[in-house]
């Protein structure tokens, strides 16, 4: 079978295709999926560019959907044919947050599943949604999962909420389909007039063009009669959230995922005191979540948004797109 | 101005429409407000027939909507002209739960909106949704808050959960439009065919003919595949309840509201206990709550279902149409 | 080794010991626990008695504690000589309620711990509080816990609330000493002086003689200056909870647990939907609770109140000191 | 009476006592408060020397203690000679935080206490705890219920729980006590040994001199296994947080208090991020709340403890004193 290797020291050139013999018979409690499509993150460019290190060879891509191929003895949840989609704690199951790192995520500190067959515990994946496709549903695992938790199971994101989405990665989409989906408003910020014309199509009520409102965070609160909003899903890091502190109203709460500007920085700390506001760090969900969060997608018939298709062996390619900053929405892998 | 009023001992003959003066200028945080609409509710109508005792005359009705005629000098929420609304329980502006009866609801403890003008402190109204009628205001202030609180404020609901609605009352029809605006599932239950058609065309995924299923409760179980469903909004009271503990998942949320079929009766507590389920007794919400309803309404863009609507008048047939069963949504006074 | 078991049809006679050979190694994820002690709950004795059917020659009792023997490769959490004290939901490890019987449940569904030594996966089990003996950890996994998630985990218990427990079975007077330990007020019952006398030296602030104060609703309500308290530990079940709902504050909280009153019963409903209170059903806890508990345990140097110890050979008479209802606190097997 | 006020532009030689006349009757709503003590805390503080800008001739002082002397005819709350003790936000009552700065905080947007008698509406005050003294009273307003809310409103404090408290400042200490009385273990920290042996009297299980472990941060997961404690009382602000950040567990809890070190600074944003945690701005809590604290503080006989006192006409002194850092526990002015 086809597999995916990261070669040291890291970066977009050193990944490369090889062939491997296809896994065994899955143990007791584990299954064997046939992999069919996986969707590219932050984090997977991070782990492909070498900014973070991972071991020597490892198989990238945190996301892994396809069809269950054999069950263990022991796997009750789990029927051959099935289509699944992985997780991306794999051993997060439920409750509270316990993970502080990536030394379980696959693709990270374990191999992940730009490959063609793998064999796992059964509960390092989940159901798809019905009626979704391998590489729709290869985009929960990262991005959906993180934007699901970050409204609803942290945020408890309700009908009339006002919600705060930075730019048009996988995330910022997501989070805007979450909330149009429960009934919430979104204010969308990009520094693309085409873009900002898609997000309001996507149901955005106000947008807002970044580059030319450098204060967008005061924007922000005039287009909320100066209350500021309920949410904001926070994907910037400290380069955007003296912004967001500004943005978000007294009492509200700041989703803190990204680090795509920077690591730390300067904060206005006192400000975030007298907003009496939550900044609340996350790193995508447990497994749990993830059933949940399906669960709503098949409620509401949503449906991903997915600015473009690879094949696995043009997986350098892929990131390259990604890197470019010209998707809106998910690139996948498809085989 | 007309009033309404409560002849001792109740009773719909003993409802009497008068004539007095209209009542002067607001004190400094009070308002002066032109009211246009009411609704009909269970417990409107048990003050009405005299099942709940009130005071000989009683001005009756706890749904209230109209124009702001006049503020006080403290006033600063409303201007005039502003349509406004009332709330059922007027000094519990928010926080948790801190009155036990009606003591100071419009209509039972106190005089309520059966009249064309009142004075009243500012803090008993709130604005109305925008583009609301005033008839389809005063549904909110008992039913529609009801059921947002049940299902958003005590039950956390979130897309993806499974609802299940008793009949065909006020509370029952908000929470299923409230339920499919967050991108919930509904089960729906009545006694009528025709009516169970109109629950579907109005989202219901399931409808249950209660007098053709009297153990509606492991149908609901059958089709949520032996799981059960989330939250129940149970209206129905102790005849009800034994069916609904039956219906809801482990762990799952019934909101007791009703009295529909008595103050007591036989109850499975162990059912209750081994399925570690939370009976929430509720009535109505918090005037932050309406707010919070309020701005849900208005970014979905929501309408209360209304059945009929009388004159100011003929409260007494609004009244007997409410006795009858027959409506489906609300029943509204205008005027 | 000792075995203790039950044969068909139940009843306090058919406890008998055996002699069986004792289990091997544990597997992977096993380890094998030398048991020492276990405690009598409800539920056990309803499974003695036979009013709880199981499988012929089932293994009694719910909780068990001793020392770890041997562990298998996969077991991170546990080495040889660590004291270690079973759970009640061996599967339920974390996360909201997801069981609703006891098919897994030690001395119901499956064997229990009245023998001397067993083979079970690692996580059936946690650490035993750090200076707590064998049977003062037996008592935790059923009595303990469930008090705790009563009080803290389904109650957020804070200092300063007001508690009431009912009698003195093991529940109540752990909820007394965890409602003690947060710094809550508390209020307890029992029909004996001397037990009254009792649970005063254990710190409830004020008792009630149940059978002198029939309607100790009410009473409840005057030593709060007519405000109720703000949680009950309702063990009792239909027979006390209509007392319990008089009792308690609005918007209040009761843990409903009991079934020694029966099974189902006269419940006044629209006091509770008045109250607007919470009735919480539930069954023990997770996993995830009893490690939360036993870390506060440890903080505080709390201790369970032992009634009394009886041989692993004279279970049945440990059950008919239970059946007297003599007890005051927990009564223990030591083997 | 006497009345200390702020002569513009600020600084401790501007407070001067003046002469004026006392206050008349109080409104229907209002309450006159024969006061008699204050507290001293950072805002105070930054108030009397004009870090803080307000208007000219400001009365300072957030904390108010003493007698009630005559009610308003609408009053229920409250009787001539009860003792009460002020509120810092007069008009958030209850629920979410409303408020996001200092305009209706006496002694900052509108006069404080630092005066012989006032006339204020009622539910500017609360009743004071019983058995307390005025000086102990006047400790609650601000740095109590800033304890208090960030540990038992915010995070949920539960026995067995760890915090963390920096320095010996009055909300620290208060922490700490807070901590304790619910069966919580603190970890404090201080650049003094003579404190520390004071912070491990008063019940801190562990402590840190910071001067000593500049790391202070990982020193603290040292003493917690690995794991980091799971809330933070961070007063120290940008200065303390990056060493707060390290030493709170993976989805702990961070109270962010404090301007101490600055109002913006360098902040590890992607730390903060990877352990999940939440950081939560905060400035003192509701009425409601401080009801709460008290019934707390009640059922425990908790005491502040009290540095220091001095006469009102000493306020100068007594911010002094504040300034140099010496103090441990609250400094209070009484007359």
Chains 1, 2, 3, 4 share one sequence.
Not at 36 to 59: C, E, K, Q
Not at 110 to 129: C, I, K, N
Not at 139 to 161: E, F, S
Not at 200 to 223: F, L, S, T
Request: proline fraction near 5%.
């Amino acid at each position: 079978m086809k597999v995916v290797t990261l070669k040291a020291p890291g970066g977009l050139d050193n990944l490369v295709v090889e062939k491997r013999e296809a896994p065994g018979e899955p143990g007791p409690d584990e299954i064997r999926v046939r992999l069919h499509a996986s969707s590219l993150n932050f984090h997977d460019y991070g782990v492909a560019i070498g900014a973070i290190p991972t071991a020597d060879g490892r198989i990238p891509m945190a996301d892994g959907a396809g069809v269950v191929e054999a069950v263990g003895d022991g796997v009750t949840d789990f029927s051959v044919g099935d289509a699944v989609v992985s997780t991306f704690f794999p051993t997060w199951l439920e409750g509270p947050a316990r993970v502080g790192d990536f030394s379980t995520t696959p693709g990270d500190g374990v191999d992940g599943y730009a490959l063609e067959s793998v064999v796992r515990p059964a509960t390092w994946f989940t159901h798809q949604p019905k009626g979704y496709s391998h590489e729709e549903s290869a985009t929960l695992t990262t991005a959906g999962l993180t934007a699901w938790r970050a409204l609803v199971a942290d945020g408890g994101l309700k009908a009339g909420d006002t919600v705060l989405v930075l730019g048009t990665g996988g995330v910022s989409i997501f989070a805007l389909q979450f909330a149009r989906m429960m009934g919430a408003r979104v204010i969308a910020t990009s520094s693309s007039e085409e873009k900002l014309e898609r997000l309001k199509a996507m149901g955005a009520e106000h947008v807002i063009h970044y580059r030319q409102e450098p204060e967008w965070g005061r924007k922000v609160k005039e287009i909320t009669a100066g209350v500021g909003v309920d949410h904001v899903v926070e994907v910037g890091g400290p380069g955007t959230l003296p912004q967001s502190i500004e943005a978000v109203r007294i009492g509200g709460h700041i989703s803190l995922i990204g680090v795509l500007t920077g690591r730390q920085g300067d904060i206005p700390t006192a400000k975030l005191m007298a907003k009496q506001a939550r900044l609340q760090g996350l790193i995508v969900g447990s497994r749990r979540q993830q059933m949940e969060m399906i669960q709503a997608i098949e409620a509401c018939g949503m449906k991903p948004l997915i600015d473009s298709s690879f094949a696995l062996e043009d997986i350098a390619a892929a990131f390259r797109h990604q890197e470019s900053g010209k998707h809106f929405g998910k690139i996948c892998l498809n085989w």
